[in-house]
């Protein structure tokens, strides 16, 4: 099921002319790069596909030899039981882990400058749409080594003494799995983000969602390793240690209300390096992944732009020898899961195609 109307009012745009109108996204009228043009075009070929499809199930289907409905063609229907996909309506929950490690600082500008052309095909995926979009703080700290870094007097102060430079923080801007929202490292956007409804993560509440995620998402570069999965998890209610520390999602707690029951979960996790610091592995980290959702391997999509030195030939032009357990999780472990190469010169058609993903996966998702 496609939707055909935007939400104007969450991009707070006039319902006009489709050749003035803008969306939260920074999407305007103007001329599509020769990659989203050819994404695009994609995109509307599958959606008419999909709904010929859709038709063609509804007018043809008939009696297989069997006694079960199929297709004209001789596919079997889809079985969904005595339960109806309701749809995912809409919702999506999304998750951006983004690693501050020292190289990052060639690629950060790349997600920024991709986030457009992902919000643009979510909206044609999706039509009218309810976004969560959180961006992770991965670590357990929280400092501003160098005052300058301070970029808006009222957050913290730019002549002040380190480590604080006089900043306001809580318990959450060092919580790791918490959503961040005072990035403080070398090219972070080193202000509070102030965020619509007062949440760590961005919704349909925000006028700009494009200035919003480019806030958050400048996360900076030099800082601890990143926990990439001992964070994901954290973020999500799950835990691979005992006693498992409180959920973030419940009320009151950091990320209160991000995770909803009737969405899809679509993470995105971007670094440079082989993943090695988070506990457990593939495995472990699936499980509880679908934990999370409830058990569903269709309500989760991952999707890691991350170093493909492990094979030959590769976009990075050297080889790393070891496990790229990233790589083993993405592709052998999670139903959903794809790897992109960091070392691309952009990213921006690696999330076109996960948001078609997202789309279809909308289609029969049943809540749980």
């Given at each position: 099921?496609?939707?055909?109307?935007?939400?104007?009012?969450?991009?707070?745009?006039?319902?006009?002319s489709?050749?003035?109108?803008?969306?939260?996204?920074?999407?305007?009228?103007?001329?599509?790069?020769?990659?989203?043009?050819?994404t695009?075009?994609?995109?509307?070929?599958?959606?008419?596909?999909t709904?010929t499809s859709?038709?063609?199930?509804?007018a043809s289907?008939?009696?297989?030899?069997s006694?079960?409905?199929?297709?004209?063609?001789?596919?079997?229907l889809?079985?969904?039981?005595?339960?109806?996909?309701l749809?995912?309506?809409?919702?999506?929950?999304?998750?951006f882990n983004?690693?501050?490690?020292?190289?990052?600082?060639?690629?950060?500008?790349?997600?920024?400058?991709?986030?457009?052309?992902?919000?643009?095909a979510?909206e044609?995926?999706?039509?009218?749409f309810?976004?969560?979009i959180?961006v992770l703080?991965?670590?357990?700290?929280?400092s501003m080594d160098?005052?300058s870094?301070?970029?808006d007097p009222d957050?913290?102060?730019p002549?002040g003494t380190?480590?604080?430079?006089?900043a306001?923080?809580?318990?959450?801007?060092?919580?790791?799995?918490?959503g961040?929202t005072?990035?403080?490292?070398?090219?972070?956007?080193g202000?509070?983000?102030k965020?619509?409804?007062?949440?760590?993560y961005i919704?349909?509440?925000?006028?700009?969602l494009?200035?919003a995620f480019?806030c958050?998402?400048?996360?900076?570069?030099?800082?601890?390793?990143?926990?990439?999965f001992?964070?994901l998890?954290?973020?999500?209610?799950?835990?691979?240690?005992?006693?498992?520390?409180p959920?973030?999602n419940a009320?009151?707690a950091?990320?209160?209300g991000?995770?909803r029951d009737d969405a899809?979960l679509?993470f995105v996790?971007?670094q440079?390096g082989?993943?090695q610091?988070?506990?457990g592995?593939?495995y472990?980290?699936?499980?509880a992944?679908?934990?999370?959702?409830?058990?569903?391997?269709?309500?989760?999509?991952g999707?890691?732009?991350?170093?493909?030195?492990d094979?030959w030939?590769?976009?990075?032009?050297?080889?790393?020898?070891?496990?790229?357990?990233?790589r083993?999780?993405?592709?052998?472990?999670?139903?959903h899961?794809?790897?992109a190469?960091?070392?691309?010169?952009?990213?921006?058609?690696?999330?076109e195609e996960?948001?078609?993903?997202?789309?279809n996966?909308?289609?029969?998702?049943i809540?749980?």
């Amino acid at each position: 099921m496609r939707h055909a109307g935007l939400l104007c009012a969450l991009f707070l745009c006039g319902c006009g002319s489709p050749s003035t109108a803008s969306t939260g996204f920074g999407i305007g009228n103007s001329d599509p790069s020769p990659m989203s043009s050819s994404t695009s075009s994609t995109s509307t070929s599958s959606t008419s596909s999909t709904s010929t499809s859709s038709a063609a199930s509804g007018a043809s289907a008939s009696e297989s030899s069997s006694g079960e409905p199929s297709l004209s063609s001789g596919e079997l229907l889809p079985d969904f039981g005595d339960v109806a996909p309701l749809g995912c309506q809409g919702k999506v929950d999304i998750i951006f882990n983004i690693s501050t490690q020292w190289p990052m600082k060639d690629y950060q500008p790349r997600l920024l400058e991709a986030f457009p052309a992902f919000g643009q095909a979510l909206e044609e995926q999706l039509g009218k749409f309810d976004l969560h979009i959180m961006v992770l703080d991965n670590s357990y700290t929280w400092s501003m080594d160098d005052c300058s870094l301070c970029q808006d007097p009222d957050d913290c102060d730019p002549n002040g003494t380190p480590d604080l430079c006089g900043a306001t923080i809580d318990e959450c801007d060092y919580t790791m799995g918490s959503g961040e929202t005072f990035a403080s490292e070398l090219g972070s956007s080193g202000r509070r983000c102030k965020l619509a409804g007062g949440h760590r993560y961005i919704t349909s509440e925000e006028p700009d969602l494009k200035a919003a995620f480019e806030c958050i998402a400048q996360v900076g570069y030099g800082s601890a390793d990143p926990q990439t999965f001992d964070s994901l998890l954290a973020a999500l209610g799950q835990s691979l240690v005992e006693p498992p520390p409180p959920d973030l999602n419940a009320p009151g707690a950091c990320n209160e209300g991000f995770l909803r029951d009737d969405a899809l979960l679509l993470f995105v996790i971007i670094q440079d390096g082989y993943e090695q610091y988070s506990l457990g592995g593939p495995y472990q980290w699936r499980k509880a992944l679908y934990a999370a959702k409830g058990g569903d391997e269709d309500a989760v999509i991952g999707l890691a732009i991350t170093t493909d030195a492990d094979i030959w030939p590769n976009e990075c032009g050297y080889w790393l020898d070891g496990k790229n357990r990233m790589r083993i999780f993405m592709e052998d472990t999670l139903k959903h899961g794809h790897m992109a190469s960091i070392c691309a010169p952009e990213y921006g058609l690696f999330l076109e195609e996960v948001a078609v993903e997202v789309g279809n996966l909308c289609d029969q998702f049943i809540p749980q």
